[in-house]
């Protein structure tokens, strides 16, 4: 039977020692998309991009020191300016920060549960392409058995050479259908591994869970708003406290100075003097236009992605019900068909080595039945998909 021995051939070629390969479960697949993956660290860093923001838009200015000589009396001069841009500027500034890094901290949720979408569903289509390797494998088994029925039948005188030359060319087909199938097995299992974070030059896991239908978890109507849309909310909130800070900075802050004076030879002011001043810019020249249009437009924009934000997200979550209920409507009519189809199958196979049916019949009988069940393959996995963004679209805030 060759059909095993080319499947083999290229899992062996392409797989590496069988001892390299480790069982996982769906849910570890999940976590290690969630904790190793790539986008999940692109994530952490935006997040901590905008951590790092709000730091530093909480630290104060330092004061500045500064001392002067001069020939004129008193002669020496220092001086420490402090500048008060908490007076007005530094809550609206804080606001839009500590906004900024509640959004990216919504948006990192989001990324996480997109992370284990992504994984779960990577482990699906791998599971579902496993299934379909199986059933090649399987298929060219049969199809080797046929041919050597066929020929055993000819060397009897109840076949002819026609039925022998169809059946090998339906046998080289399965072979063919086989070492593809396992090549695409191959190739799901390494698209796993890449977003579990592993190496994906050659298969180290493989699926140890089995390919069913998902439980059918309720849909609730009030589930809360959208992370996403909740994320951009913030975003636009952060914004807008970003325009009020542009519009305050056309006053920039004032400082206040405080130091002293000495060094007068002729005794006239003996000791030190004090000094005290306060800086106040004017906004004669600059009213800080530019930067106030530029906030401006920069939260008309967050407002417009908030508005598609949204309407994209009910769109997602009602396509994803829509994707959920078809996929289970058509896996429960396949379960019929494929057991039908495998009774079929099974008596024409058995006429046929009685005599009573012919080859052809035998050939469309078998290929019905490998189709049904192709097909309740692909919508078991359908189905598991759609549960998975079903749950990515419903994943909501308070």
């Known amino acids: 039977m060759r059909a095993p021995g080319a499947a083999g051939l290229v899992l062996l070629a392409l797989a590496g020692p069988a001892r390299a390969q480790q069982p996982v479960t769906r849910a570890a697949a999940m976590a290690s998309a969630e904790s190793r993956g790539s986008r999940i660290a692109l994530a952490r860093a935006d997040t901590s991009v905008s951590a790092a923001a709000l730091a530093t838009t909480r630290m104060f200015e330092n004061p500045v020191a500064?001392?002067?000589?001069?020939?004129?009396?008193?002669?020496?001069?220092?001086?420490?300016?402090?500048?008060?841009?908490?007076?007005?500027?530094?809550?609206?500034?804080?606001?839009?920060?500590?906004l900024a890094l509640?959004?990216?901290?919504?948006?990192?949720?989001?990324?996480?549960?997109?992370?284990?979408?992504?994984?779960?569903?990577?482990?699906t289509r791998a599971q579902a392409a496993a299934a379909r390797s199986h059933l090649s494998v399987r298929t060219a088994q049969d199809a080797d058995s046929l041919l050597h029925m066929a020929t055993v039948r000819r060397d009897a005188g109840d076949a002819?050479?026609?039925?022998?030359?169809?059946?090998?060319?339906?046998?080289?087909?399965?072979?063919?259908?086989?070492?593809?199938?396992?090549?695409?097995?191959?190739?799901?299992?390494?698209?796993?591994?890449?977003?579990?974070?592993?190496?994906?030059?050659?298969?180290?896991?493989?699926?140890?869970?089995?390919?069913m239908?998902?439980?059918?978890?309720?849909?609730?109507?009030?589930?809360?708003?959208?992370?996403?849309?909740?994320?951009?909310?913030?975003?636009?909130?952060?914004?807008?406290?970003?325009?009020?800070?542009?519009?305050?900075?056309?006053?920039?802050?004032?400082?206040?100075?405080?130091?002293?004076?000495?060094?007068?030879?002729s005794g006239a002011e003996p000791g030190i003097l004090p000094l005290v001043g306060l800086t106040l810019p004017l906004p004669l020249l600059n009213r800080n236009r530019g930067p106030i249009a530029a906030a401006a437009a920069t939260r008309d924009r967050a407002r417009a992605e908030l508005?598609?934000?949204?309407?994209?997200?009910?769109?997602?979550?009602?396509?994803?019900?829509?994707?959920?209920?078809?996929?289970?409507?058509?896996?429960?009519?396949d379960r019929a068909l494929v057991t039908t189809a495998e009774r079929l199958a099974a008596l024409s196979l058995q006429a046929y080595a009685e005599g009573a049916f012919a080859l052809p019949s035998v050939l469309e009988a078998?290929?019905?039945?490998?189709?049904?069940?192709?097909?309740?393959?692909?919508?078991?996995?359908?189905?598991?998909?759609?549960?998975?963004?079903?749950?990515?679209?419903?994943?909501?805030v308070p």
Not at 242 to 265: H, I, K, N, Q, T
């Open 66 to 98: 500064i001392t002067s000589y001069t020939r004129s009396i008193p002669r020496y001069h220092a001086e420490l300016d402090l500048p008060l841009d908490f007076l007005w500027l530094r809550g609206p500034r804080v606001r839009a920060a500590d």
């Open 102 to 123: 509640g959004s990216a901290r919504l948006r990192f949720a989001f990324e996480r549960a997109a992370a284990a979408f992504d994984a779960d569903t990577a482990y």
């Open 160 to 211: 002819s050479d026609l039925d022998v030359q169809l059946a090998a060319v339906n046998a080289g087909q399965a072979h063919n259908a086989a070492t593809d199938d396992s090549l695409a097995a191959i190739a799901a299992i390494l698209d796993l591994q890449a977003i579990m974070g592993l190496a994906a030059d050659r298969v180290l896991v493989v699926p140890s869970d089995s390919l």
């Open 213 to 265: 239908l998902p439980a059918l978890d309720p849909v609730r109507a009030d589930s809360g708003r959208p992370v996403q849309v909740a994320a951009a909310e913030a975003s636009l909130a952060a914004e807008e406290q970003s325009v009020v800070f542009a519009r305050r900075g056309a006053l920039a802050a004032p400082s206040l100075s405080v130091g002293f004076e000495s060094g007068d030879p």
């Open 307 to 333: 508005e598609l934000t949204r309407r994209e997200s009910a769109a997602t979550r009602a396509r994803a019900l829509r994707d959920r209920e078809s996929a289970f409507a058509r896996a429960g009519r």
């Open 366 to 396: 078998r290929r019905s039945a490998r189709e049904a069940l192709s097909q309740y393959i692909d919508d078991l996995a359908a189905a598991n998909i759609a549960a998975a963004a079903l749950r990515l679209s419903s994943l909501s």
